[in-house]
Structures are given as C-alpha cells and as structure tokens.
C-alpha cells in the first residue's frame, strides 16, 4: 500500500462519528487497549461485548446543547414595558373626571422649553401612571419629575387617595405594653435617669402640611410603584443639614452628621416635601380661596380652582417682578412642619406637677410663622445675588404657539410652564439644593466636662503595702468578733 492510500485510510478512520461523539480510529485504539489489559481468555469471542462496554463508559448525561445565555437587564426592562403597551383599558366616557392629566400634550410644552425627559420616556411614564392609577384607589396622580442616582434614578408620581380610601394609622399601644411589661419582669431594675429629652412633634396626617398628598416611585416605568413614607419633622429638619446623593436604592443607610432618622426612602420623601413647598407655582388667579373660610385668613391651608378664571397672558407671565405666578403649595417652617405647634406643651399628668414659672416660660414660646399660600413668587429672597427665578418665552420665533417656562434658581432642575388656561410643575435634577460655596457639614458637639461636684473628691490608689496592712485590720477584726460570740 502507497503511503498516500495509508494516510488516507488513516483520516479516514479518524472521523468523528456524530452519533459516538468519537471517531473508529479511538474507538478501536481504546478496544485494543482494553484488552491488552483485561486479558480475557477468548477476547475474539468477547470482541463485541468489550465494545459495548467502551462506548457505556463514555455515555454522558450531560446535554449536549447549548446553555442559553441569561437575558440582560436592558432586554428584562424592554419586556416589562412591553406589558404597558399591551395593557388595555376600556375607553372613557365623556363625563368621567380623567386620574391622569394629559402627560404628553404638558411634557411638549415643557420640551419646548428645554426641559423634559424625551418623548419616548415620557410616554412610557405616562403609560406608567395609568397601570398606577388602575392598581390604586387614587383620586388623582401626576408625573412630579426624575431624580438623578449614583446607581438607579427615581421616577416620582404624585398622587391623592380617593375619600374613605385613606389608610388608617397604625396603633403603637402594643409595642408600649411590651415595653412595660419587658421592665416589670427585672428583678433588680437599674437606676433610671431623671432627664426627659424633648418629645418628638407630631407628624401631620395624611391630607395637610408636607403629607398633604402621596408620592409613588419606581426605579424604571413599567417596574412596580412603591409607597413613599410620610414625611416627618425630625426627617425634614435633618435634611436641611446634609448634603448627600442618592444611590436609587430605598433600603440604603443615610450615614450623615446629624445623624439622619431612617433610610433613604425617608431622605427622599423630605427632600420632595422641601423641593414642593419652594418650586411648585401657578398662575396668580388659577387658584382662590373658599368663600367660606373668610373668617380664618391666616391658617388658611386649602384652596380650590377658580371657575372664572380665563388665563393669563404670556406678556403677565413674563413680567419680570413675577407678579403673575403664586406658591401653591404651604410653606415648611424651621420645625419641619406646615402647621405649627408648641413643643414644650405637656401632658396632662406633667401639667400637675409644673410650677407657676413653667407654664409662663410656656407662653413665652413665640410661634414659627411663614408666607401664606397663594403667595406672588416676587416676594421670593434672592440667590446670592440672582433673582430666585428665571423667566423665558419658549420660542420667540412663533409667540403666538409658545410658552411661557420659570426656573428657579434655588433648586436646580425646578421648572413651570403656563400657557393659557394651563399650568405644570415638573422637577428633573439630583434632588439637591443650590450651594455657592462648597458644602461644609456641621462641626461636632463639645467634649463634656467631667463631673465635679463636692459629693465627689479624687484620691490616690493605696500602695500594696498599705492593702496588706487593711486586710490585716480587717481580719483581726472578724478574729475579736468571733471570740465574742463563743463567750456569750
């Protein structure tokens, strides 16, 4: 044979069988291997079953197919906005009161005015709000704006319960009882101090002050909406001390000086309540007081839509003194609160024990007073040096179909539009509040002084020699009392 017919024949041998997964050329390697090893006595007769045998040793239970690769996130979030698009809704009747404002019509206005989230985001947001609105007893929900994270984004909706859907507050008498009962079952209690911190103020209910309404958020439109927490004074009062950024995760630690009273779901929530009482605005007019709250002008918190109102011209919403635009929402005092109330008021079972002196202290307390509602934007303070907002028409090339958009200067990325009969606030920033300076935190407490008082005086430690000497005394002392009780 040609050594071109052996490597021919060769190659032959070694191809490899699809159904095997091995080639005649291995196979029969391994068969002559087998029996030089095993030496069986007939091994021509037992030829075929030494076969099987090699192929059952490389059968393999492992499939044979390709793993299929793990779908990444941006193909994940595709699929769950595709469920927005396929959500069907029964088509509303002309005398419905719509739950979500016309989101696209506002969010071109704002585009026009640079500022938005692009069309294809703001109808996914839009999409968003109705799938909320249809999984929630809502009255009414609106898009607040985008917050900017170091790892995810907030989207924030704004939302009002509809009346007798409020959730109820949750009883805290339980967990005191246990408390109670925890400090009855010590046998040998430990000194208790004396010092009474000052309470906690109340938080306000759901419907006034900073929780006059709820606010939603989600990471992504389309993922699952999550309720924000109310918001607190201590949390709001706190949130005026740090500067911090958010990640995009709610459960993350706030780790600040002061130290700050919950996670940053708590953070965020305050800082929507400080962002709204400062930036959400409407043309003066759109908005009047209830004629039947006349007598009370100076706690006035609510107010309704004026019918007769018949818009505002674009020139009175550009004028420069912003006479034209009003605060709509409350205006949040130093205690964090909208509503204030006297934080060294007592309980009743306090009130008997307090002194005349006391109680006049009490009166002593003047109250925390801001700007009223529907207050014009003109008496706003200034921005080191810069008006507290920004006015701008939103093309000059076609007046007549702009509008008009303000900015402020206190809050970067707080917007407002007007155009007519119509009005929208949206925030789109870091959630952080103008700073002409680089952010210094608060410097820490001074170290206390030790305890000096006369019940107390500092001595030297005792030599060994002078403990040996004591315990000599102390002995001798048990030895001669012992000596009298043997004698009686």
Known sequence: ????????????????????????????????????????PNAADMLESLSYQLKATRFSTESQLKEQPELSDSILLANTQAQLLRHETEVPEEDDEQIVPNM??????????????????????????????????????????????LEKNYYIAEAQY???????PEDDGDQEEEKESEEDEDADPLPKSTFKPIPPLPVEEYGSGVNKKIYF?????????????????????????????????????????????????????????????????????FYTFDEEDEDEEDERDTFIEDE???GKALAELLEPDLSGWVHHAQYILPQGRC??????????DQEDEDDEEEEEEEEEVEPEAGPPLL??????????????????????????????????????????IGVSKIFANVYIGFGLKYLSEPFSPAPLPTIDSEYAGEDIAETTDPTREEEEEFEAQQAAQEDDGDEEEDDE
């Open 162 to 168: 509809r009346e007798g859907e409020e959730p109820q």
């Open 375 to 416: 207050t014009p934007l003109q008496n706003d303070a200034d921005v080191d040096g810069m008006p507290a907002w920004s006015t701008r028409l939103s093309s000059t090339a076609h007046p007549s179909f702009s509008c008009v958009r303000i900015s402020s200067n206190r809050w970067p990325g707080a917007h407002a």
């Open 1 to 40: 044979m040609a050594e071109a017919d052996f490597e021919a024949a060769k190659a032959f041998l070694k191809q490899t069988s699809e159904g095997a997964g091995i080639s005649m050329y291995d196979h029969m390697a391994d068969l002559i291997e087998k029996v030089l090893q095993e030496k069986p």
């Open 217 to 285: 958020v989600c990471n992504e439109p389309g993922q699952d909406w999550i309720l924000l927490p109310d918001a607190t004074p201590k949390s709001i009062s706190v949130a005026r001390q740090i500067r911090k950024r958010f990640t995009g995760n709610l459960d993350t630690p706030v780790v600040s000086y002061p130290s700050f009273p919950g996670t940053e779901a708590d953070l965020l929530r305050a800082q929507i309540a400080r962002i709204t009482a400062a930036t959400h605005v409407s043309p003066s007019g």
């Open 308 to 310: 007769e109102f018949e």
């Open 339 to 348: 509503k204030w109330v006297n934080p060294v008021v007592k309980d009743e």
């Open 104 to 149: 696209p019509q506002l969010m071109q206005y704002f585009e026009s005015a640079d500022v938005g989230v692009g069309a294809d985001e703001s109808f996914r947001i839009f999409m968003a709000l109705k799938q909320l609105a249809e999984t929630q007893p809502l009255k009414s929900v609106t898009f607040w704006g985008k917050i900017f994270g």
